[in-house]
């Protein structure tokens, strides 16, 4: 009997959709408010860092992906550079990243809906989220991808409702805002941009869509870059608006900020509409998390016979059926932790080693498989070396250090972790 492939069905709009949807709706529904706490009114400026440090890596993931476009993507990569036991490693990362970020995303939901409902139970309703998630993963590529596309049209039209309500405030109010004020200075913009970091985490996620897309190797590099560019004007201006509507005291002291934003100018009904807007977006977040980490561990498990039950393809619904239900349960545990900010930089953590290692993989094929076809190359390059990749480590490494030292040490636990699965998987 043959085996069970994964179906191609995927063209850019859907692709650059799913960049765009886990993108927006993993920061300006869910951290703006602590965001504003940390650097008041220029919340737009630490989104613009870390849009900058996204495409330093975004870069390098488009010419990777072009090259090796395999659902195991990070894996692939870091394997054709230095082996197998950093490979893993890396893996391992991009799985923990996406289960923890599927789980600080299904608490901002809950905080919405208990908002929006009246309902006190953040625990239950982050996890009744990810199993119902968890079972239209299990669905179909076809029927995730589709509630991608609604729930990403929906949370994209409540950002322009608010950026609309910014505009009209600015044209109709006399109060000068000053949309440079840094209560906490320059090191609270870079603290802000070190946790809003999460806001842009998702557009990686596309290259794990690679063997579900028709033209892998055209398509991610575009829809990687398309991704980061259309959320970051969007979130650039949402910031804006937010801070000329409500002060970012009140900003920061909201459970459901961009609903208290549109209510301030049109009323509780605005609250309604935004904290809805608001639970198709953290939920779409949820859902290509949940997609992402299932595929991640689909493509490590062929790699090593021990955890070869994890590429079991689904006959009639073509989905890695084992590996989604293994990520949702390990999903569900993280909710335990309730606290969003801490879940969201323990995310960063293991994002900001990933991305480093990614791009050092980049810098390094450039010399040891000059050769190698690349369907997409990085810009910004002196001869083989590419800047960009530079800049993305350098950068990554000094987010780093903006983390608080718990996150830190909960992140080098959660690393020691991996190598330790490694070893007892040789």
Not at 378 to 397: D, E, K, Y
Request: with cysteine.
């Amino acid at each position: 009997m043959a085996e069970v492939q994964l179906k191609r069905e995927l063209g850019l709009f859907h692709t650059t959709l799913a960049g765009v949807g886990i993108i927006l709706g993993a920061g300006i529904y869910v951290l703006i408010g602590a965001a504003a706490g940390l650097t008041g009114n220029t919340i737009w400026l630490a989104f613009v860092i870390g849009a900058v440090v996204s495409l330093f890596t975004g870069f390098s993931y488009a010419e990777l992906s072009s090259m090796f476009p395999k659902d195991s993507a990070e894996y692939s990569y870091t394997e054709k550079s230095f082996g197998k036991g950093i490979a893993f490693f890396i893996g391992y990362l991009v799985l923990l990243s996406a289960i923890i970020s599927a789980s600080a995303v299904a608490i901002g939901f809950a905080g919405y809906f208990g908002s929006l409902f009246k309902i006190d139970q953040v625990l239950l309703i982050s996890m009744m989220l990810i199993l119902f998630l968890s079972y239209i993963n299990f669905r179909s590529i076809k029927v995730s991808s589709w509630m991608n596309i609604l729930c990403t049209l929906i949370e994209m039209a409540g950002l322009v409702i608010i950026i609309a309500l910014g505009i009209f405030k600015g044209f109709t109010s006399h109060d000068a805002i000053n949309y440079l004020e840094m209560p906490n200075g320059f090191s609270g913009v870079l603290q802000t941009a070190a946790l809003v970091f999460f806001a842009y985490i998702g557009f990686e996620s596309v290259v794990k869509l690679s063997e579900e897309t028709k033209n892998p190797t055209k398509i991610i590099p575009k829809a990687l870059i398309l991704s980061v560019i259309i959320s970051t004007v969007l979130y650039i201006a949402v910031a804006v608006a937010a801070i000329t509507v409500l002060d970012w005291e009140a900003l920061a002291a909201s459970k459901a900020p961009l609903a208290d934003v549109a209510a301030v100018l049109l009323g509780n009904n605005a609250f309604i509409l935004l904290s809805v807007i608001a639970l198709f977006s953290t939920a779409n977040t949820v859902l290509i998390s949940l997609i992402a980490g299932s595929r991640a561990l689909y493509g490590i498990s062929r790699e090593y016979k021990k955890i070869n039950i994890f590429t079991r393809v689904h006959p009639k619904n073509r989905t890695p059926h084992i590996a989604i239900w293994l990520v949702m349960i390990v999903s569900l545990l993280f909710c335990l932790i309730k606290e969003i900010d801490l879940i969201a930089e323990l995310t960063n953590f293991t994002i900001f080693i990933t991305f480093a290692l990614i791009n050092l993989s980049l810098i390094f094929l450039r010399y040891k498989s000059p050769d190698l076809e690349r369907p997409y190359k990085a810009p910004l390059n002196v001869g083989r070396f590419p800047v960009m990749a530079l800049f993305g480590i350098l950068s990554c490494v000094f987010l780093t250090t903006q983390l608080s030292l718990t996150v830190i040490i909960g992140g080098f636990i959660l690393s020691l972790l991996g190598f330790i699965f490694y070893f007892l998987l040789k």
